[in-house]
């Protein structure tokens, strides 16, 4: 830890983590690259913790502007150019005509120097010199309202300011099995050909893989993230224990995939080691982050250069190329690889990730893989075009993940992708006109095919809309080519604009000036004086207007939460009745030999529950439990937090929450700078609402299943003690005895559970739109504070942006 860090984190006041961030080896630039998941692990505090994010996420915002070209205005030069301007308004209009000093005033009326640079630019790039100026008055500002007195109104200010940076990337999730064309979509779509290895190269089913834009410098870069040495120590433990115990080795999927990490990891040697010495630090001296708890990163001048590098940390093995030589696989040790792409604009507010077909036996694995998928906007199921329809394994997928997905996440599309969209056999047997009209056929006999599965879905359709699922048609490989395919013959181009289209819709720059517009509005507003009388109007307006909307508010959710109430009233009668009838599959599948079964069960009941094969349908005795809960709510959740549409949570009734203050602007004009900023407030926190219900909806949806899970937990451990000749029968009676003596009381506790999850979500949402707006209305229209310094100037400039952008 350098020196860097100390000094910033006893800045901000939190000297009491210096150890921790010590022990974690935290320097300067890792500070940069902490990402949530990091902040929770170091600091366990909420309060500690949500101080060092705000603070973070400033001086994050303070090295970005720092790092742009020099052909952009500096902080500096922005200075100088105030100085200049006041210097040049004080002497007068010039005289020479030579001299431009008179118009090195931002120039309101003209052409400003921003306009100036703006002149042959468009699009992002322009959108970006606006962020930059706008985001370099914003921090002048703050440091001079920071070194002015310390006042209420100060205090808020600065708080609006640290708060302007945001910046959500859009997740797209990429599904698919080994061989599908995953990684040579994924090349083709961002333009690089060498980036995934696809081919020869077995990916492994665990790593999840990251690509995403470099957003600081003009490398490839790929960050491995390693789960933990007392993660790796406990896999380890059952690694053994599935060696020791298996005899049916050859039939025996757990054993297979245990031999394939080990040998992966150690090489054969692994044999001779005895289990106790798997930990000796020698067998990872080449990866010493991993043992020190930190990620490795990798930086290459060339997206083939970075491939060939990080190939030993996500796939198993090779059967050509350099890759014979290498020795050990790092793989097992992996949660994740983020790859950054330099210059790289359909990734500028995109992440694609390339995920596993379901979780992972590692917690930490699976709990990041839940994450990633609940957090997809979309989601690409990739398989090859000749059996898109049939193939059993991208249909699982969809089934075993549609509930996180859906009604437990926030995807909005589904778009199914059929690849190898160009290959024909007997390709030399038909003319080049022939052969397009032979693609073209196939192609739409593949759309109509898979739609017609997919209406077949009835438990994944209930999560999503009737329009949610687009089929794409792609040939990877020869668009990568730059062969001379017909634009009909592949989707890969429209797969590109969808992206594009994500990162046109991101609204960052607006979002910022926007915000950055409304506070100097308020600051201004501030220190204009003689509206008493006007201002206690407005206040007066506004306070009786917030409590009509917060009452609409509060009957709609009392409505949506009477409709819940019944609907789990119903799932809980219907649970208690058809409980055993819903463990008789698992318990009793059919056609299956008993040997098979007991392997089966056995892995369920280790694993709390759920049994993850490396192919075929996921098993998850707690999710059956709780399928009668999560039917009876499924639609009424699904209207109630719509993924996709305008209309927003709770059927619409916050999108629709007004202050009309557009209205008040046309009759109180002396107070239009202060109603300008609390229109911008309530766009700024029903934004944040929507997402906080958004992200806190899936934790609601989950409590039934949670629920069942943590009730079944000592069944489970009790069924998992059993040895001998008679386990499979005294597992399954262990299960549906405990599944019968406390059927009266789990189910009523699932409700009870999800209705406490959703009444404090409704209470928070109304607490802090009420708190929010008050404050916001109260130190906007009952404080003067003449002390704040003039920021017309800036004012005036953020608002011309704000025009350019589009803003109203």
Known sequence: MDDFVCNKLTEWGLSDWIEKFKGEGIDKESLECLEDQDIDNLIQKVGPRSKFKKKLKLFKGEQSTAHQEAEIVSPTHFQQEQEEAAESEQAGPSTNDTSDKG????????????????RDTIGSYAEEIILFDTKTIMRCVYERLHSEEKTKINAFLKTKISDLDTDKRELVGVFGKTGAGKSSLINAIIGESNLLPSGSINACTSVMIKVEANMHNTKYEAEIEFITKEEWKDELWCVCNILENNQEKDDNEDYRDTVEKLSALYGEEWRNIPPE??????????????LCNKRKILTCESAKELSAKFVIYTSSDSSD???????????????CVTIRVPNNHLLQHVTLVDLPGCGDRNKSRDRMWKGFVGNCSTVWIVTEINRAAAEKEPWEILENACSLMGNGGQCQQIHFICTKSDHLENWDDHSKDAIHTLILKRNMEAKEEVQKEFNKLKNVKKHF??????VFTVSSKEFLKEENLQQDETEITKLQEFLQNLNDCHTETLNYVSGAFAILS???????RDMAGCKADVCSILGEKLRNELDNIKKSMDETYEAFEKCLNEGVKKSKSSCEVTLRPILHPKETANHHIHRILKCIVENSGIHKPKKGKQINLNLTLSSWLTDSIDEEFKNTFLNEGKCGPFHGVISSFSLNTEKLIEKYKDVELQLIFLKTEEEKIKKKLNKIIRDHKKLVYCSLTETIEENM??????????????????MRETIKKHVQHSKNIMFNMAKNKMLHCLKTLMEETMEMLEKTLNEAIKLSLQTDD???????????LVKQYYEELGGS
């Not at 010495?277 to 991993?290: A, C, G, Q, T, V």
């Not at 190329?321 to 949660?335: D, M, N």
């Not at 451990?717 to 005294?730: C, I, P």
């Not at 003449?786 to 005036?796: A, G, V």
């Open 103 to 118: 118009k090195r005033k931002l120039d309101i009326q003209g052409e400003t120097p921003a306009k100036r640079r703006l």
């Open 277 to 290: 010495n798997l930990m000796d630090n020698k067998y990872f001296r080449e990866i010493p982050e991993f």
């Open 321 to 335: 190329g350099q890759e014979k030589e290498v020795k050990r696989w790092y793989w097992p040790l992996v949660k």
């Open 465 to 470: 809309s009737d329009d949610c699922l687009k």
């Open 522 to 528: 308020l600051i201004q507003g501030s220190s204009c």
């Open 713 to 730: 937990q000592k069944c489970y451990k009790k069924a998992a003690e059993f040895r001998g000749r008679d386990t499979l029968n005294n």
């Open 786 to 796: 003449h002390s704040i310094p003039d920021f017309s100037t800036e004012l005036e």
